[in-house]
């Protein structure tokens, strides 16, 4: 089975904490992409990262970081210092092909909502 | 601006009604997708097409159809063969470099549909 799991369906932290969202995935294909998209309010999914499976560098990116290992198939994503902004629902995202024609199309874990408490 | 716009944003039909959902976009994409999000069950894709006047079925197309007569447009009808319709639409549009497997998504602000 290809998929992505998010085990973690609503978390709550207090302003200045850190947090750290997880992701496990599931994929036949030995060179793949991970994505995290997050989800304000608004409804609209913003990208966040793109990571492929040949990097695993942790990724930083100001208050983000993301870390990705292979061995346990995880790309986990930290948030230190949370804000109230940052309050949403994240997701994590794999490129699947359904044709098998060579194009692919995101899957979607079921997302975490996170709320960040003043 | 260049974008993904859906409208409306939040549409309301009677039962036995067919109803469409418009999506543009003007960031030259070839590929556009329509997902459906539950409370809880994260996105489901229901369409996607890669090309003027294709499209394939992605998960759960029972119950809806689409068009792509222009690059720029994909329009969902939700059919009245869909059981249980009430649902949050969101449209995606990504361009074709690397098929998807590299490339991100844009999406549209969604529409928000309830079966009264």
């Known amino acids: 089975a290809q998929k992505v799991t998010q085990a973690q369906t609503e978390i709550s932290v207090v302003e200045k904490e850190d947090v750290t969202l997880d992701c496990v995935y599931e994929t036949r294909d030995t060179t793949y992409y991970l994505f995290w998209y997050k989800q304000p309010p608004s409804g609209e999914l913003v990208f966040l990262i793109r990571?492929?499976?040949?990097?695993?560098q942790n990724e930083i990116s100001g208050r983000y970081s993301w870390n990705f290992q292979k061995s346990t198939s995880s790309f986990n994503f930290t948030i230190t210092a949370s804000q109230v902004v940052d309050s949403a629902v994240y997701f994590c995202?794999?490129?699947?092909?359904?044709?098998?024609?060579?194009?692919?199309?995101?899957?979607f874990g079921k997302g975490t909502k996170l709320s960040v408490i003043p | 601006d260049g974008g993904i716009t859906q409208s409306p944003k939040y549409l309301f039909r009677k039962e036995g009604q067919n109803v469409t959902l418009s999506c543009e976009q003007n960031?030259?994409?070839?590929?556009m997708y329509w997902y459906r999000q539950d409370p809880g069950q994260g996105l489901r894709l229901i369409y996607y097409s890669q090309i003027v006047n294709d499209f394939q079925k992605g998960d759960i197309a029972e119950g809806y159809s689409v068009s792509r007569e222009k690059k720029e447009s994909f329009p969902l009808t939700v059919t009245s063969a869909q059981k249980n319709p009430t649902a949050f639409y969101l449209c995606?549009?990504?361009?074709?470099?690397?098929?998807?497997?590299?490339?991100?998504?844009?999406f549209g602000q969604g529409t928000r549909l309830t079966v009264v």
């Open positions: 990571r492929n499976s040949f990097d695993e």
């Open positions: 960031l030259n994409h070839d590929a």
């Open positions: 995202a794999l490129p699947i092909s359904y044709s098998g024609a060579g194009s692919y199309q995101l899957t």
């Open positions: 995606a549009s990504s361009s074709l470099f690397g098929h998807m497997k590299n490339t991100e998504a844009f």
